[in-house]
């Protein structure tokens, strides 16, 4: 570890803002990024489960008509 | 191989090792950079911008090239995976432009004074970014989207005109921006305490645009084969 102590290692003799910032507007994207393919898998994923189900209900109703 | 079921099954399996890799290889080089490296001797702290910046920069021109070559791919064999792959690229390689050029602004500005100014690798790295939101846009104005395809594939063929200009522009025109400090040939100019974690950012920031392609494609693939049999029994098993 560079720094001595947490404080130095947020200031960074007066280049703190810049860095922290540069290093949160890459990690936000890259977060976001990761997570909205995810998503949309898992939402179609549910979609298509909740479709069997409406398709198998329909089915067992036909039969016990 | 351009085949969906089989395509979603090996991705599937990549992506549950991918994602954890990617995520802890981020982290420890974000860490390594950031707190154990040591400063730069003539610019202090802020040249720790470079485990970003670079990085981004570095990926997003392959990831181009990636995206270009799946257009040629698309375009001369009509293989609908390397469409797939073309759009699944785009607003990755569009992403990783941005934080290049945003990471390179803050950075610019406690060290040349400036956070913009009209350089010849600036200028060439925003156009790259036209390219990426270019063909992003191109793709959703058609209505026909096999034309689309087509269309955005011979974009981006176009655009790779960009890629070697860029990459030359330090040198080309010699004005605010650095040349590069790591070199294929010879002697980086760069010592190993900041050349590793440098090295460490670049595979991470490559493991991140192959595991963001693969998720959009993924969910392209769901998309386009919801009513599939092969995906519809997928689901039934788990």
New interface residues.
């Given amino acids: ?3 001595d102590s947490l404080s130095a ?1 947020w200031h ?5 803002f ?2 922290w ?3 949160a ?3 936000l ?2 977060a976001i ?2 997570w909205l ?2 998503r ?2 898992r939402q ?2 549910q ?3 909740a479709e ?1 189900r409406r398709v198998d209900s329909r089915h067992v109703d036909a039969q016990s008509k | 191989m351009g085949s969906p079921p089989w395509f979603f099954r090996f991705s599937g399996a990549v992506v549950q090792w991918l ?1 954890p890799i ?1 995520i802890g290889l ?1 982290l420890l080089g ?1 860490a390594w950079g ?6 730069d001797f003539r610019q ?3 040249y ?2 470079i485990y ?2 670079v990085p ?1 920069a570095v990926v997003a021109l392959v990831g181009y090239y990636v995206m270009a070559l799946a257009g040629a791919v698309s375009l001369i064999w009509r293989i609908k995976m390397a469409d797939v792959t073309m759009r699944a690229a785009a ?2 390689g569009a ?1 990783l432009t ?2 290049a050029l ?2 390179g602004a ?2 610019g ?2 060290t040349w004074g400036t956070w913009w100014v009209w350089d010849a690798r600036i200028t060439s790295m925003l156009i790259l970014l036209f390219l990426y939101l270019g063909v992003m846009a191109l793709f959703e104005a058609y209505e026909n989207k096999t034309a689309a395809a087509r269309a955005c594939a011979v974009l981006s063929l176009v655009g790779t005109v960009n890629i070697p200009i860029i990459y030359k522009s330090v040198d080309w025109w010699y004005s605010l921006h650095q040349p590069a400090s790591i070199k294929f040939t010879g002697e980086s100019a760069i010592d190993s305490s900041m050349l590793y974690p440098l090295l460490l950012m670049i595979t991470a920031f490559y493991c ?1 645009f192959a ?2 392609v693969l ?2 494609m ?2 392209e693939l ?2 386009n084969h ?1 009513e599939a049999n092969w ?2 029994q997928m ?2 098993k788990v």
Avoid: C
Avoid at chain 1, 12 to 16: E, L, R, T, V, Y
Avoid at chain 2, 34 to 39: H, K, N, R, S, Y
């Fill in positions: 570890m560079y720094f290692v960074m003799d007066g280049h703190g810049y860095v910032l540069s290093y507007l890459t990690f994207p890259v990024m990761l393919p995810i949309r898998q179609l994923w979609w298509i489960v069997q | 994602l990617t981020l974000a950031l707190l154990v490296a040591p400063p202090g702290n802020s720790r911008i970003i910046h981004a607003p990755v992403v941005a934080v945003v990471t803050i950075w500005k406690p991140f595991l963001t998720l959009n993924r969910a769901m998309w919801r995906l519809q689901v039934r």
